[in-house]
């Protein structure tokens, strides 16, 4: 008797032939047009309202193309997708209905950072391009090899029942771990944030070698739930339990303001429970999805620096959404924001300091290993590229914690070059999708809760660095899901002793 799942679709051959063919050509017209079109150096202006045109037109055929070959709309590429276009793409997309207050590429008002050249911007606009162009090649060139056959040859519901059942043990060993660091930490955070506002958060000195010890097992609290959540597919409590606990969790993340921090784990469990507990309706998705994104992002956003009592007033919150004139449209407008990274990181490499071919990255990997003796720890130390960007930018805002986040678009940028960028953003398209589909094959409990709990990270990586999302891959995805490896084989030997 097989576990009851769809299957992922298996994309028509002549259809990803002919799909990757077009994105193929799309991408060398684009390079060549860079280097032989005229007005692309001498009058930019011209330009920088048919590439914002064109960014456009690219995730609309990027969510096209990937639905005619996988029939799925909901699932973790195309939300990658979805957080990369809107972070460094949203201004390009008001602008081409005329919505920016200003023109595209103004943020110095808000963000208090030196004016942009028409040049710069169009500069921008194509290395998001063609960045967002590699991305999606590699993740299509990911499907060229997926095998889907049928499941009765590979997974019995023995095996799926075992694994159910060891992603729930696993789930309750981190929760138990992870439950009071996780109370420890939210409880001092809380009463920083209503003394001081939320930008108090970042003022705070960070907690270094063994004193980090207790956020570090705080952070094991949303892979533990979604373990949990991906082994309760007949157990009612599991399921409550693991909802209420994420739920609760963003809920306090959100008056805290840190808002990426309570969406991703919230995107996360509804991708888990659409598909390993039962589907949820589509219009359930797209309402929920509008609310967080076009207000409870903006009402966090104005209120978050609010101290005391305010935080807790209705008549405080209400007003303050009131005064946004258009919520939509500032909340795309904020995301966007993210832009001015890849902008500034083209306009002071390398002039003002060299590629780094690829030490970024292997910095990144470093944070795999946890900082025992040292103050900081060394990737941090050497600067991580948000932190140098803000304080290239605005000196003052840095020394005061502030950060203008940074984005993988600019990172690859600043690691090999307008040459190297897109190579490097395809393989990470594909590898993260071959990720993806790996887990999605057939529904595995164990892979698809080790997808949940990137995922849960991951997102952030669209507006930030590498840095950020490496330790979450191996310790708080990879490290649960061997441990529910582990314990499948060892009861799988003893069975056949």
Same mark, same amino acid.
């Given at each position: 008797?097989?576990?009851?799942?769809?299957?992922?679709?298996?994309?028509?051959?002549i259809?990803?032939?002919?799909?990757?063919?077009?994105?193929?050509?799309?991408?060398i017209?684009?390079?060549?047009?860079?280097f032989?079109y005229?007005?692309?150096?001498?009058?930019?202006?011209?330009?920088?309202?048919?590439?914002?045109?064109l960014?456009?037109?690219?995730?609309?055929?990027?969510?096209?193309?990937?639905?005619?070959?996988?029939?799925?709309?909901?699932? +973790?590429?195309? =939300? %990658?997708? $979805?957080?990369?276009?809107?972070?460094?793409?949203?201004?390009? @997309? *008001?602008? !081409?209905?005329?919505?920016?207050e200003?023109?595209?590429?103004t943020?110095?008002?808000?963000f208090?950072?030196?004016?942009l050249?028409?040049n710069?911007?169009l500069?921008?606009?194509?290395?998001?391009?063609?960045?967002?162009?590699?991305?999606?090649l590699?993740?299509?060139?990911?499907?060229?090899k997926?095998?889907?056959?049928?499941?009765?040859?590979?997974?019995?519901?023995?095996?799926?029942?075992?694994?159910?059942?060891?992603?729930?043990?696993?789930g309750?060993?981190?929760l138990?771990?992870?439950?009071?660091?996780?109370?420890f930490?939210?409880?001092?955070t809380?009463?920083?944030v209503?003394?001081?506002?939320?930008?108090?958060?970042?003022?705070?000195?960070?907690a270094?070698?063994?004193s980090?010890?207790?956020k570090?097992?705080?952070?094991?609290i949303? +892979?533990?739930? =979604? %373990?949990? $959540?991906?082994?309760?597919?007949?157990?009612?409590?599991?399921? @409550? *339990?693991? !909802?209420t606990?994420?739920?609760?969790?963003?809920?306090?993340?959100?008056?805290l303001?840190?808002?990426?921090?309570?969406?991703?784990?919230?995107?996360?469990?509804?991708?888990?429970?659409?598909?390993?507990?039962?589907?949820i309706?589509?219009t359930?998705?797209?309402?929920?999805?509008?609310?967080?994104?076009?207000?409870?992002s903006p009402l966090?956003?104005?209120?978050r620096?609010?101290?005391?009592?305010?935080?807790?007033?209705?008549n405080?919150l209400?007003e303050?959404?009131?005064?946004v004139?258009n919520?939509?449209?500032?909340s795309?407008?904020e995301?966007g924001?993210?832009?001015?990274?890849?902008?500034y990181?083209?306009?002071?490499?390398?002039?003002?300091r060299?590629?780094?071919?690829?030490?970024?990255?292997?910095?990144?990997?470093?944070?795999?290993i +946890?900082?025992?003796?040292g103050k900081l720890h060394?990737?941090?130390?050497?600067?991580?590229?948000?932190?140098?960007?803000?304080?290239?930018?605005?000196?003052?805002?840095?020394?005061?914690?502030?950060s203008?986040g940074?984005?993988?678009?600019?990172?690859a940028?600043?690691?090999?070059?307008w040459?190297?960028?897109?190579?490097?953003?395809?393989?990470?398209g594909?590898?993260?999708?071959?990720?993806?589909?790996?887990?999605?094959k057939?529904?595995d409990?164990?892979k698809?809760?080790?997808?949940?709990?990137?995922?849960?990270?991951?997102?952030?990586y669209?507006?930030?660095?590498?840095?950020?999302?490496v330790?979450?891959?191996i310790w708080?995805?990879l490290?649960?899901?061997?441990?529910?490896?582990?314990?499948?084989?060892?009861?799988?030997?003893k069975?056949?002793?």
């Amino acid at each position: 008797m097989l576990m009851n799942a769809t299957k992922i679709a298996k994309p028509n051959k002549i259809n990803l032939v002919i799909i990757i063919s077009i994105q193929c050509v799309f991408l060398i017209f684009l390079i060549i047009f860079r280097f032989l079109y005229e007005p692309f150096t001498y009058k930019p202006e011209l330009l920088i309202y048919p590439f914002c045109c064109l960014l456009c037109g690219l995730a609309i055929w990027s969510f096209w193309s990937w639905y005619l070959l996988t029939k799925s709309l909901f699932n +973790p590429y195309l =939300l %990658f997708f $979805l957080s990369a276009f809107l972070f460094n793409g949203g201004q390009a @997309l *008001l602008e !081409v209905f005329h919505l920016n207050e200003d023109r595209i590429g103004t943020w110095n008002i808000i963000f208090e950072t030196p004016p942009l050249s028409e040049n710069n911007i169009l500069d921008t606009l194509f290395l998001i391009i063609i960045g967002l162009g590699t991305f999606h090649l590699g993740a299509l060139l990911s499907l060229t090899k997926l095998k889907v056959k049928s499941p009765i040859f590979n997974y019995q519901k023995t095996e799926f029942l075992l694994k159910s059942s060891y992603c729930y043990t696993v789930g309750w060993y981190l929760l138990c771990i992870s439950f009071i660091p996780a109370i420890f930490v939210l409880k001092n955070t809380v009463s920083t944030v209503m003394a001081s506002g939320y930008n108090s958060i970042y003022l705070q000195d960070s907690a270094t070698s063994f004193s980090a010890t207790p956020k570090i097992l705080a952070d094991f609290i949303i +892979p533990a739930s =979604l %373990f949990l $959540l991906a082994g309760s597919k007949p157990r009612t409590k599991g399921k @409550l *339990l693991s !909802v209420t606990v994420i739920v609760i969790y963003a809920i306090i993340r959100f008056f805290l303001g840190e808002r990426n921090q309570a969406v991703m784990p919230l995107i996360a469990l509804v991708w888990l429970w659409h598909n390993l507990i039962r589907p949820i309706p589509k219009t359930f998705l797209f309402s929920t999805g509008s609310l967080l994104i076009f207000i409870i992002s903006p009402l966090v956003a104005i209120t978050r620096n609010a101290t005391g009592q305010e935080r807790l007033s209705i008549n405080f919150l209400l007003e303050a959404f009131l005064s946004v004139d258009n919520p939509v449209i500032a909340s795309i407008s904020e995301m966007g924001g993210s832009m001015l990274t890849v902008a500034y990181t083209i306009q002071i490499v390398p002039s003002d300091r060299d590629f780094q071919m690829g030490a970024e990255y292997l910095y990144a990997l470093l944070t795999l290993i +946890p900082n025992i003796f040292g103050k900081l720890h060394p990737t941090i130390a050497r600067g991580i590229p948000n932190h140098w960007l803000t304080e290239q930018l605005n000196p003052y805002f840095a020394s005061v914690g502030g950060s203008y986040g940074f984005s993988f678009i600019a990172e690859a940028y600043l690691n090999f070059g307008w040459i190297g960028a897109p190579i490097a953003l395809g393989m990470i398209g594909f590898l993260f999708t071959k990720l993806t589909l790996w887990a999605e094959k057939y529904r595995d409990p164990a892979k698809m809760a080790m997808v949940a709990s990137f995922l849960s990270f991951f997102l952030f990586y669209a507006r930030a660095e590498s840095a950020m999302v490496v330790r979450p891959l191996i310790w708080y995805s990879l490290i649960p899901y061997l441990g529910v490896i582990f314990l499948y084989q060892s009861s799988s030997r003893k069975f056949t002793k």
